[in-house]
């Protein structure tokens, strides 16, 4: 027995999760985002297994993210690379067959210049993160034609507060975009801009976080987890009444407990901040975490699971009952952050 923590990748609902998004917009592509190694639970893995359910098109942030995915899905599939090229990149853009998003005008004129092969042009509608201005379409429109992108987009800043006015100014403005470029697919909507509406969708959305089961999503769509993360049990014990728990004795007993201690911490991606306020789930029952999560170990009160408590048994962090969104906020955090923060110390499995 290893007291390792582990995390069980469910890419059955992963594809399940997919295949939900997909039938939201029937008239769009359905791309797949698997940037940060598939949202920390393995790109290849999610890649391959998403391919085969007819995914066409995936997402990575770096060129070394997707010269791994290329090796997992060979040559049919579409990667394109968020954060576009750098000087000295091509050899790679051009042996995995990536295809870049440039988001600068130093990238429009690095791919003008050493560029070989398709492009995405992506414009900043809103966002003021990374984009080129749309301006551009007015200035350069003909420049920008003449790399014959495969797609331009743009990204959602407020997707997932529906009512915001940004959503609805960027759309406006890339639909402007999207018109310069009749002849050019489009893609605006993340997961949660996936949940906006047909007008949002154009030809391909892009979800991520929608397949490993996080985001909330709308009622109608029913997204499963991605992950189950437990740890186990190294530690039963009885505490008394008036006694502290754990590094700088922030939890005080108010009665006698009966505590665990499990072999998961800071270092396997238990941010510390949920020190105190995560709940671990042992036999389906809420045992909260007590004191500070240490870099190995966190300690939780099993009172409402005392008979399951024992040495071994494993306690779920994330899963069916350990909601993804709901651990993070807890955390203070996002399920973004959860899940690329699982570190290599977790081991992973799939089934
Ligand atoms: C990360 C990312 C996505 C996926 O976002 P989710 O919120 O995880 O669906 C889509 N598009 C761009 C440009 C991104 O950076």
Redesign the pocket.
């Known amino acids: 027995m290893s007291f390792r923590p582990r995390a069980t990748v469910h890419l059955s609902h992963i594809v399940a999760n997919w295949q939900a998004i997909d039938q939201l917009h029937p008239g769009a592509t359905t791309a797949a ?1 698997v ?1 940060a190694n598939g ?1 920390g639970l393995g790109a290849a893995r999610v890649s391959d297994a998403l391919s085969k359910a007819g995914c066409s098109t995936f ?1 990575v ?1 770096h060129v070394e993210e997707g010269v791994m995915v290329r090796r997992t899905l060979g040559q049919a599939r579409r990667i394109f690379v ?1 954060n576009g090229p750098a000087a000295g990149d091509m050899r790679s853009y051009r042996e995995a067959s990536l295809t870049p ?1 440039l988001s600068s005008e130093d990238q429009v004129a690095l791919w003008t210049r050493e560029g070989r092969g398709p492009c995405a042009l ?1 414009f900043d509608t809103g966002m003021n993160r ?1 984009g080129l201005p749309p301006a551009m379409i007015e200035t350069h429109l003909d420049a920008l034609k003449k790399l014959q992108p495969v797609l331009v ?1 743009s ?1 959602l800043a407020c ?1 997932d507060e529906p009512d915001h006015p940004l959503n609805q100014a960027q759309l406006d403005r890339f639909t402007r975009i999207a018109n310069a470029f009749p002849d050019t697919p489009a893609s605006l909507a ?4 996936c949940y906006l509406g047909g007008a949002y969708a154009f030809d391909l959305t ?5 397949l490993y089961g ?2 909330d999503a709308p009622g109608h769509v029913a997204l499963s987890p991605g992950v189950t993360l437990d740890a186990r049990i190294l530690s039963v014990f009885r505490a008394r009444a008036g006694d502290t728990v754990g590094y700088g004795a922030t939890h005080r007993l108010e009665e006698d407990r009966m505590l665990a201690t499990v072999a998961l911490g800071y270092a396997d991606g238990m941010p510390r901040a949920g020190s105190n306020a995560l709940i671990g789930y042992l036999d389906g029952a809420p045992c909260p975490v007590l004191g500070r999560i240490s870099m190995d170990l966190i300690t939780i009160d099993v009172s409402k699971a005392q008979a399951a408590a024992k040495t071994g048994a494993r306690v779920e962090f994330l899963g069916p009952h350990a909601k993804l969104e709901d651990q993070a906020a807890r955390a203070g955090t996002l399920g ?1 952050e959860l899940l690329t923060g699982l570190s290599n110390r977790v081991e992973r499995f799939y089934v």
């Open positions: 985002v940037k949202y997402f942030a968020l998003v992506h990374l987009m990204h997707a993340n997961s949660a801009g892009r979800p991520g976080i929608a996080g985001s973004y």
